[in-house]
């Protein structure tokens, strides 16, 4: 697995993960549960956005290296 993709299952566990807590913290009456769902839930979002973030410069990388290869090498 790539760390990008890592970073985006971790961050799709946290989403989930907040909004089960921010359901029962609703039920409940709990507003520090449902707070830390909430949370959670932000938080999960930038860890993907983190993870799109890092197969993105992963690509722009490769692109870079190919295209330097090409021009040291031109076929």
Excluded: C
């Amino acid at each position: 697995m790539t760390s990008g993709q890592d970073d985006r299952i971790e961050g799709t566990i946290d989403e989930i993960k907040g909004r089960a807590k921010s359901a029962i913290g609703n039920v409940t009456g709990d507003d520090k549960l449902k707070a830390s769902g909430e949370i959670d839930q932000v938080t999960g979002k930038a860890k993907q956005a983190v993870g799109d973030l890092k197969d993105k410069a992963g690509h722009v990388l490769e692109d870079i290296g190919r295209a330097i290869r090409e021009d040291r090498d031109p076929e």
